[in-house]
């Protein structure tokens, strides 16, 4: 146990997790009144906000934040920031032209009114993409708790915006209103490294900024995009089988489960990626590394699952309402799969970094497959919505340990091809 919770990762875990924590427990403690604020249909057009930004958000830095903490030097992190900025908000306006496009065509139906909701939609994506590419500046200079008080903030603005908001109108463009104003405040709270740094690094062009690191956007980039449409599939295919209201109850079973979800894998997986490239420079184990998080996200998700899963069950009609009983199972199902996929979701940039970025785009395009065709054919022949739920978990499961496996075989090469790494890990 000592080896897995060593001083210096648990101290930075321990620091981005308490911000985590904090913000995530103020959007679990308003959940109940959420539940009695808007109806489940509500979370259908909030469901397809967050699929569609979360689809473009992925490619807003053409995963250049993957490269900030593994750079050769301060001067080409800080201009990876920089195009990373510029690269977003190319994206979030693409976001909007086609965001607008689809929703006046028909092809997703939302109630909020087209035009504002694809203008949000924009503004998300700027802002996450933004916040990622400040976020690994900030993992590569240290600066963990500058990122915990950010997702503080951003977690207590959300809770707090969506409840606001929502007292003055309920209507479904609220909880996307209250979702933007905590992005906001996330970014606003972490951008002095990045004022800093503009004072004492020189500005580098563009094309030969990306130029050093062209496998990040020509691999990384759309496999983090299929990637996402992999992660988002059930929200726009659901949609196509069923009613906006059960989407609206896996949107809110998917949301609560992302919460913790996101607290682990997301938490470990940029620590981890901060300690990988320090392993890669030094020449040191990056099999203890990977290993040490692999371990410390299985105690943590598997812990957390045996205890939520009773507990959704006896508590859940009580504390979320009647009208919600349904979506109990669907959150029951997702924590199992939650199980598999924290773990390996907090290692899953080995590949990456290990320049495997091929292998990456080969399983995200194994796992798109696989989900879309499990929520498809269980859709087409059965109209049991939890059915169809357990085959897409049932399917995510497998790809998940597809996934372990490439992961192993590419740390196992590293080894392999490099003798002084090779020593290093059997010690």
Same mark, same amino acid.
């Given at each position: 146990m000592k080896a897995v919770m060593a001083a210096p990762a648990l101290k930075r875990v321990g620091t981005l997790m308490g911000g985590t924590v904090l913000g995530q427990l103020a959007v679990f403690a308003v959940t109940p009144i959420l539940t009695r604020l808007y109806a489940p249909e509500a979370f259908n057009d909030f469901g397809i906000y967050l699929a569609i930004s979360g689809v473009f958000s992925v490619i807003a830095t053409l995963r250049l934040e993957a490269a900030i903490p593994i750079a050769r030097d301060n001067a080409d992190a800080f201009n990876l920031t920089r195009v990373a900025f510029k690269t977003s908000c190319v994206i979030a306006i693409l976001a909007i032209m086609l965001t607008f496009y689809v929703l006046?065509?028909?092809?997703?139906?939302?109630?909020?009114? #087209?035009?504002?909701?694809?203008?949000?939609? &924009?503004?998300?994506?700027?802002?996450?993409?933004?916040?990622?590419?400040?976020?690994?500046?900030?993992?590569?200079?240290?600066?963990?708790?500058?990122?915990?008080r950010a997702k503080a903030a951003q977690g207590g603005v959300l809770a707090f915006g969506q409840v606001a908001?929502? @007292?003055? @109108?309920?209507? #479904?463009?609220?909880?996307? =209103?209250?979702?933007?104003?905590?992005?906001?405040?996330?970014?606003?709270?972490?951008?002095?490294?990045?004022?800093?740094?503009?004072?004492?690094?020189?500005?580098q062009n563009n094309l030969v900024v990306l130029s050093n690191y062209l496998n990040f956007p020509k691999f990384s980039a759309p496999a983090a995009l299929i990637n996402s449409l992999g992660t988002q599939a059930p929200i726009f295919l659901l949609g196509i089988f069923f009613t906006p209201s059960s989407v609206g109850f896996y949107v809110f079973a998917n949301r609560l489960i992302a919460i913790p979800v996101s607290l682990i894998a997301t938490t470990l997986g940029q620590v981890f990626l901060g300690e990988l490239g320090k392993a890669l420079s030094s020449g040191s184990s990056i099999f203890t590394v990977v290993s040490r998080y692999f371990r410390i996200?299985?105690? /943590?998700?598997?812990?957390?699952?045996?205890?939520?899963? #009773?507990?959704?069950?006896?508590?859940?009609?009580?504390?979320? &309402?009647?009208?919600?009983?349904?979506?109990?199972?669907?959150?029951?199902?997702?924590?199992? =799969?939650?199980? @598999?996929?924290?773990?390996?979701?907090?290692?899953?940039?080995? /590949?990456n970094s290990l320049g495997r970025n091929s292998w990456q785009l080969a399983w995200d395009i194994i796992r798109i497959v696989l989900v879309t065709a499990a929520i498809s054919f269980s859709s087409i022949f059965s109209k049991n919505l939890n059915l169809v739920i357990y085959v897409y978990v049932t399917a995510s499961i497998v790809a998940y340990i597809i996934l372990l496996g490439l992961i192993y075989s590419s740390v196992k090469r590293h080894i392999v091809l490099d003798p002084s790494r090779s020593e290093a890990s059997r010690k």
């Open positions: 006046s065509t028909g092809f997703l139906v939302v109630k909020s009114n #087209p035009l504002i909701f694809s203008l949000l939609v &924009g503004i998300s994506v700027l802002l996450i993409g933004a916040f990622q590419a400040i976020s690994a500046l900030q993992v590569r200079h240290d600066g963990y708790s500058v990122i915990a908001i929502g @007292f003055l @109108f309920s209507a #479904p463009i609220a909880l996307v =209103m209250g979702d933007v104003c905590s992005r906001i405040a996330g970014l606003s709270s972490s951008l002095n490294l990045y004022r800093r740094e503009t004072k004492v690094q020189s500005v996200s299985i105690l /943590l998700v598997i812990c957390f699952s045996l205890v939520s899963i #009773p507990l959704n069950t006896l508590l859940s009609p009580f504390i979320l &309402g009647d009208k919600w009983r349904a979506s109990i199972p669907i959150i029951n199902a997702l924590l199992i =799969m939650a199980i @598999f996929q924290v773990p390996i979701s907090t290692i899953s940039q080995t /590949l």
